[in-house]
């Protein structure tokens, strides 16, 4: 199913509809990944307040913290095939509207859950069923906001427009770790634990109702609104569908498990592995995620000039060759700061290269008329396997093995793998309507 992109070459009817367009599909990503990384940052509280019933180890509840994590994404593809089946039907506006909903709800629910020392073991199960719906709304989130960016992209920017979804990512971690770190520096470790760590999800409620007002006001795609004057709009064959949507699965692998593994797992392996403090451990997530954020719109804005395929192939080869090394760098004890700053830097900022161009390319695989379903089962499968077990599969092997170059291994072979389906990746640049 490959380079069509139908409808896509529409013109939009004011620049000032793009402008909102990219507003509104990009703030949903911002609370979604915002939610994420605070639950990865506050990752060893939230073990000991809901999975450590006494005589537990915290080995033992870090483990099945980043099962609950892990659980959240495999509802990802569900909520993918739910929500954007719909979207595909009845328009991107209602059911990203919908989406925004259900995820401000379960996030904000999770401030003032009732811990295990309250409710027992009912505690970790409450957290696992908020854990559910955000991965469910987390699902439907992707697919409909690439779609609205991407079909509302002036002629020639779809890469520049689709890259605002993973620098919203960027910038949604970034304020987690942010507010993580406000937390630990103004509270004590006590005051944290008790009730500090709710107020991060607290926040998503002001942040859901103002994404909700300005998805109000969110036009239709021109795309969609195309399709829907059609009296009957073709559909390709489902088995076409589906090999485009592990294609771009594996296109997308890379991406998923090397920014997971430096831009989420980093600071419970930092405090776990490398007695990091959790300041230190915050402080590298940060520079890892402000890396991260600087090359992805300069690299989707590159791949609109040279095409998806040199920009992404390069990110991913370059974690292949980079991972080990830059944490070995993190490992020795002879390593300056400065030198450790900049390379969590170096290693959020490769993975930008695979992120900026990432959701355009995906974009393009599929029709409009499958468009939202297609993108966003490509990409919550590739999460579900390859983000959210990372924290899971990293934790458990290092503790099984002793080896603290896991993580490294792990992100190193799936942008290896990904590098190979890249390669069938059409070399020349991407025009709008192509």
């Known amino acids: 199913m490959g380079a069509p992109a139908h409808g896509s070459g529409l013109r939009t009817d004011r620049p ?72 595909d039907r009845v328009g991107r506006r209602p059911v990203l509207i ?9 996030t904000t629910l999770i401030g003032v859950l009732p ?6 073991a009912l505690a970790p199960w409450l957290l696992t069923f908020l854990r559910v719906l955000q991965g469910l709304s987390a699902g439907g989130e992707f697919g409909g906001a690439v779609s609205v960016m991407t079909e509302f992209a002036p002629p020639g920017r779809r890469g520049l427009y689709g890259s605002w979804q993973s620098f ?20 004590s470790e006590g005051q944290l634990g008790d009730w500090g760590w709710r107020l991060p999800f607290l926040l998503t409620l002001p942040m859901g109702l103002g994404a909700l007002w300005l998805r109000l006001r969110l036009d239709e795609t021109p795309s969609f609104e195309s399709l829907r004057e059609e009296p009957r709009p073709e559909r390709p064959p489902g088995r076409e569908v589906a090999k485009a949507i592990a294609l771009g699965a594996g296109r997308v692998m890379g991406w998923a498990a090397a920014g997971y593994t430096f831009l989420v797992v980093l600071p419970s392996y930092l405090q776990s592995s490398l007695n990091a403090t959790f300041q230190q451990a915050l402080v590298a997530t940060v520079l890892a995620n402000l890396g991260f954020a600087v090359t992805i719109i300069p690299a989707g804005l ?8 040199p920009v992404m192939l390069t990110g991913a080869l370059l974690v292949t060759v980079l991972a080990v090394p830059l944490l070995n760098l993190l490992q020795d004890t002879g390593t300056s700061n400065a030198v450790k700053a900049g390379a969590v830097f170096v290693a959020g900022a490769v993975v930008g290269l695979m992120a900026g161009p990432g959701p355009a390319m995906l974009s393009e695989m599929f029709p409009t008329s499958v468009r939202y379903t297609g993108l966003g089962l490509a990409y919550a499968l590739s999460n579900a396997v390859f983000s959210g077990c990372a924290g899971l599969i990293i934790t458990e092997t290092v503790k099984r093995t002793g080896s603290v170059d896991i993580p490294a291994y792990y992100a190193a072979m799936t942008c290896a793998v990904s590098a190979f389906a890249l390669l069938t990746l059409r070399k020349e640049p991407v025009r709008q309507g192509s």
């Open 98 to 106: 919908m989406v925004i909903v259900l995820m401000t709800v379960a």
């Open 16 to 87: 000032e509809r793009s402008r909102r367009a990219l507003v509104a599909g990009s703030v949903g990503n911002f609370i979604e990944w915002y939610e994420f990384g605070v639950y990865g940052y506050f990752a060893t509280v939230i073990a000991a307040r809901f999975f450590t019933p006494e005589g537990g180890s915290e080995a033992e509840a870090l483990v099945r913290t980043y099962a609950s994590f892990a659980l959240a994404f495999f509802f990802r593809p569900v909520g993918a095939a739910l929500f954007g089946r719909l979207g």
């Open 115 to 120: 811990t295990y020392d309250t409710v027992g």
């Open 168 to 187: 919203t990512v960027a910038l949604g971690l970034l304020g987690g770790a942010g507010v993580a770190a406000l937390l630990a520096t103004v509270l």
């Open 302 to 309: 590159l791949s609109d000039r040279i095409g998806r395929r």
